[in-house]
């Protein structure tokens, strides 16, 4: 059964790399869209916020030194290359995604609407928010932070490649532990690097939850979003 009726996920873009070393792997971004579109099959409506490190990683040996606020602007460029990819999984997976982007690129890609989005999603359709929040110096957690907060989501999902959040960065320090509750405050105090302190912030205000769950694990998502104790919980 469905625990949510809208709901945020944030996919990671480095995930979409698979064990490339940069790119997009057919394989793995084959299987999101068949795990988002099991969880869209129980009524669910989804809107997604993609990440982008996976390409502009990719660049970066030649963007060091690179101004700080250009080299955000190319990385939000990379979110849009990711969001289209992905509305083309989608497509021929037999889901109908609509992608909108914070920067406008009006021959590429629809402008981020709110009330059209909203729409997208009353109307079952998978939406996809590119280009992060649109400014540079922000992170895609924090566009997925202020677009569930804009939609009304219930939940933020951030899929990440750990499965949920830890007493210390677990590629770090093998002994960390993880939990399965977290609130914000804590989160925020303890300065635990999974998310950044603003996007945080933005859903401890908003009284938004944040789980954080493996993109890895296969029905891990599907968890997520029927109530399970999938990864880790940060609540009020
Ligand atoms: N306390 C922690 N618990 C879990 N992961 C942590 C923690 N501190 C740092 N991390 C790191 O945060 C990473 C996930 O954040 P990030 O790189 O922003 O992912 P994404 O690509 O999903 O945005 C993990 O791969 C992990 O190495
Ligand atoms: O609102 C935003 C969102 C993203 N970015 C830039 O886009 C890059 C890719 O996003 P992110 O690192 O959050 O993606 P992920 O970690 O999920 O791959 C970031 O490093 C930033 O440079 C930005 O400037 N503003």
Redesign the pocket.
Known sequence: MAAYKRVLL?L????LMGDDSYGINRATIERMVSEVAEVAALGIELAIVI?G?NIFRGVAPGATGMDRATADYMGMMATVMNALALQDAFRRAGVTARVQSALNIEQVVEPYIRPKAIRYLEEGKVVIFAAGTGNPFF???TAAALRGSEIGAEIVL?????D?????????NPD?TRYERISFNEAIA?N?????ATAFALCRDQKLPIR?FS?NKPGALYRAVTGDNEGTLVHM
């Open positions: 944030k990671s873009g480095e995930a990440g490190g992170t895609t957690d951030k899929a990440t490649k750990v949920g959040i830890y007493s210390a960065d677990p590629n770090k960390a303890k635990l690097e999974v998310m950044d954080v993109i």
